[in-house]
């Protein structure tokens, strides 16, 4: 059995008066059965690993460079998230691969430097509605997903969240069939490219709108092994719930 991950993406919000949250999430689920991370801005993250330090809250970064050092303005490597305390990193957002470019390649680079420097490499899959509705919404996620995982993946080095683009910070979720297609759809890639055993290991999240009220929905869906969360994890009130409702699934 997998086990579960409850991941908050926090997006460019929160400064030092936000870390009071992480306390909050501690005392509310002191003992979650999943795993419990929250991904802050780069700057909290030294400061929200001091916070975190004794509770079962992980800390990670939302990108990272690919290479280990050098002439990189304004980038960070991922053994600098590592030493201020993250253990994750989110790789190749739709508003990273929209707003940076980022490609397949450069994701799949950023990938194999997280899993160098020790972090664990949620990489993010998804299609725009536009290619929903054009019926390719299997044929991007997979070239995503074939593109952007390393080779040598495995459960513990990658965790996999597909994230519809039209579903992300809009309120709109895509049925439970949808993301049960595209999960399973995943799952069989995966197992087809690393076997049974290590696809088996890997972790699917589903990410876009989610929150309380469509969260137990959501995690009763085959090959849903935990969530994504922007909006909703911001304060432990909101994101607390969502860990209860993956708990109450699988732990
Ligand atoms: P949302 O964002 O939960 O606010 O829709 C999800 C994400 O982008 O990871």
Known sequence: M????????????????????????????P??????????PATLIARMADA???????VGGQDCHPAEKGAHTGDLSAAMLAEAGASHVILGHSERRADHGETD??????????????????VCVGETLAEREAGRTLEIVEGQLAGSVPDGAAGDTLVVAYEPVWAIGTGLTPTTEQIAEVHAALRAALTARFGAEIAGAIRLLYGGSVKAANATEIFAVADVDGALVGGASLKAADFGPIVAALDARLG
Not at 7 to 18: L, Q, V
């Open 31 to 40: 003992a979650p059965a999943s795993e419990v991370l929250i991904c802050p």
């Open 2 to 29: 997998r086990r579960g991950l409850a991941a908050g993406n926090w997006k460019m919000n929160g400064t030092g008066g936000d870390l009071g949250e992480i306390a909050l999430l501690a005392a509310a689920h």
């Open 105 to 122: 390649d450069l994701v799949r680079a950023k990938a194999e430097a997280a899993r160098a420097a020790g972090l664990t490499a949620i």
């Open 52 to 58: 975190a330090r004794g509770t079962p809250i992980a």
